[in-house]
């Protein structure tokens, strides 16, 4: 799919909002009782081109609630499309009353207050009753916290970058603290407080369920729109939330669900992710969707529900390349299948689709906590994010670098990525990570995805299993979900080690308790992969798996036809065919078969010469679309038939 067309009418909306003489809204404050009789400071924006009573978009937020609203946005919401809007600040929180502790007083507990604005929003005569929320960040956790409340006059929200399940989700990555941005986050909010409470409860406890909602997916009856960044720090809870609430959401959440997932950072305004910048790819084209969401859900009208698939997203690929596989926009009715694919770790640093033999060299490192890896772009929040070359720790020697042959065809991956990991360590607890990359044939690596686990909790987050010293184990390690498009000349990479500081909090390699460590130790971290103890990198393959070649170059034999990569690949829309034809062969056809070798398309290329490109749409012969697949690019002369996959994402 393109990315989603300009919209004429949100463009005309904005530029008056911008020009307009008129202030066309006025603004009040008021503190809005909870249950507990604690007031909440709250903002009230309402129009004055029309009169009440209007549908409300709300925003719920810990940060100044007078910065929250954009003057342009608000003009337009509110001039133009006639909502009022109401931005509140959460608990303890600036001028709200009551004690901040950080979204526990937002849910399901025995403090409700986002239920309770939204019934103090239903009695006052300026709200026609219907209601919707709004908002990024701890905006949008404020939102998941709400809907799981469920309050009668929800009606719908819109989520942008944030988490569902804020233990998994923001504290703790498998165990490990994810020390920058929580640290880094409390301390630069006024919330310091909280750094010693989180670090006095490492593990899930159930107090941890109230900021959990997954743990309350059957109570959500409302439609969320879902919007993310494959490099977000929050982007897996997005997702689990989206397929949660999909699949076993309340009446009114359940199939009502859709999902946006560009290749953004946290700040998803931002035009570049990391070091890269991916064409087609603004997050601003998506202001139109969002206000359709609201207009559909919370006014009466006769216009159709906004013509969009459940799950849209972007698949990444050569940055460099926008013509390449990859880099563009994909939609479908469902979460995209996909077949968990094994790349084993070899010896010599090889990372192959093969079994590794009976006896393959276990790697070894030795990790130092006073000496940690330092952290090189990720999903990160207040350090440098996104994706980043890696080829300065990659030299370290507390580093293991596995890497495939260069790839003679695409790969496409997406869905979730982990590293299946056979190792042990002579300490009784300490740290793993795992980083992929995508290689650029200039010697880039480019982090696409990266994650880690502390020892103690492989088997669970809510106990601790140490580890015996010398003895193996087998660890897993999620580096979340993403969708990548591997191009053909680049390598496949994942990087092995025991630290990504300070992304994440490092491990001592003492075993006590966390943050009350006195002292720490190196530790001698052995990976193993022979055949029966396969290390592998395991990834969400989307169609067929291509051979980890090293490439040989395109040029055909002498006086015959050759067969070029199709672009893009995979597609959604049309994909171009490109065949050379030498002036000695003047009768070439070219025709796509599908999977059981059934004749779909055909051209006669008689009488052409040079490089002849070649555009398919995914229709047949008869001009039928054809479905979502894998399908064969056949170019036959009297030597030799070329073939090329091609996978086609309707």
């Known amino acids: 799919m393109a990315n989603p067309k300009p919209q004429p009418l949100l463009f005309l909306l904005l530029f008056f909002a911008l020009f307009s003489p008129v202030m066309a809204y006025t603004v009040r404050s008021e503190m809005v009782p909870m249950r507990d009789n604690i007031r909440l400071a709250t903002d009230i924006y309402q129009p004055v081109t029309s009169k009440p009573p209007w549908p409300v978009i709300l925003l719920r937020t810990p940060y100044n609630k007078s910065s929250a609203m954009d003057p342009t946005v608000a003009l337009l919401v509110c001039n133009f499309m006639h909502y009022a809007i109401v931005v509140q600040n959460t608990r303890g929180r600036y001028q709200s009353e009551g004690i901040d502790s950080l979204y526990f007083s937002d849910g399901w507990g025995v403090i409700q207050d986002g239920f309770d604005t939204v019934s103090w929003l239903e009695t006052q005569s300026w709200c026609n009753g219907r209601i919707g929320t709004w908002g990024a960040s701890a905006l949008g956790i404020t939102q998941y916290l709400l809907a799981g409340s469920a309050p009668p006059g929800l009606d719908c929200c819109v989520v942008m970058v944030a988490a569902s399940n804020l233990y998994e989700d923001a504290l703790f990555y498998d165990g490990v603290y994810r020390e920058s941005m929580v640290d880094g986050w409390l301390g630069g909010n006024q919330a310091g407080h909280l750094i010693d409470f989180f670090s006095e409860h490492p593990m899930y406890e159930p107090m941890y369920d109230r900021l959990n909602l997954m743990t309350r997916l059957n109570a959500v009856q409302v439609p969320v729109l879902h919007v993310g960044g494959w490099h977000d720090i929050f982007i897996q809870g997005q997702i689990n939330a989206f397929q949660g609430l999909q699949e076993q959401g309340g009446a009114g959440a359940r199939g009502r669900q859709k999902i946006v997932i560009g290749p953004w950072e946290h700040d998803i305004a931002k035009d570049t992710c990391g070091e890269l910048r991916f064409p087609n790819s603004s997050s601003l084209s998506w202001l139109g969707v969002m206000l359709d969401w609201f207009d559909f859900y919370l006014k009466d009208t006769d216009e159709p529900q906004p013509d969009m698939p459940a799950v849209r997203y972007y698949l990444m690929g050569d940055a460099d390349s926008p013509g390449g596989p990859g880099n563009r926009w994909i939609q479908s009715d469902t979460w995209p299948p996909y077949t968990s694919v094994p790349f084993y770790f070899h010896s010599e640093g090889l990372l192959s689709l093969a079994i590794p033999p009976e006896q393959d060299s276990p790697d070894a490192f030795v990790f130092d906590p006073e000496d940690p890896v330092p952290t090189a772009g990720g999903r990160n929040l207040n350090i440098p994010a996104g994706s980043r070359d890696q080829r300065s720790v990659e030299e370290r020697e507390d580093v293991l670098v596995y890497t495939t042959e260069p790839l003679m065809d695409s790969l496409v991956i997406t869905g979730p990525v982990y590293v299946t990991l056979f190792a042990c360590s002579d300490a009784t607890d300490t740290d793993f990570t795992a980083k992929l990359c995508d290689v650029y044939p ?137 065949v050379r034809i030498p002036a000695a062969v003047n009768r070439t056809r070219l025709h796509i078969v599908d999977i059981r070798g059934r004749l779909v398309k055909s051209w006669h290329l008689s009488d052409r010469t040079g490089e002849v490109r070649l555009l398919w749409n995914g229709e047949d012969n008869e001009g039928r679309e054809v479905p979502s697949g894998v399908y064969i690019v056949c170019l036959p002369d009297e030597l030799k038939q070329r073939t090329q996959k091609v996978i086609l994402l309707q």
């Open 442 to 578: 200039d010697g880039r690596s480019m982090l696409v995805a990266d994650g880690a686990v502390r020892a103690r909790h492989r088997n669970s987050l809510s106990e601790e299993n140490f580890l015996n010293p010398g003895e193996i184990a087998e660890f897993t390690i999620d580096l979340w979900s993403t969708a990548l498009a591997f191009a053909p000349g680049h390598c496949i990479r994942v990087d092995i080690s025991s630290s990504n500081s300070p992304r994440f909090a490092v491990n001592p390699n003492t075993g006590e308790p966390f943050r009350k460590e006195t002292s720490s130790r190196i530790a001698n971290q052995t990976v193993f992969h022979d055949a029966g103890m396969a290390s592998a990198l395991m990834l969400p393959v989307v169609g067929t798996v291509p051979a980890c070649v090293e490439i040989t170059g395109t040029s055909a034999m002498p006086g015959c036809a050759a067969l070029l990569p199709c672009s893009p690949n995979p597609f959604n829309g049309t994909t171009a065919i490109s």
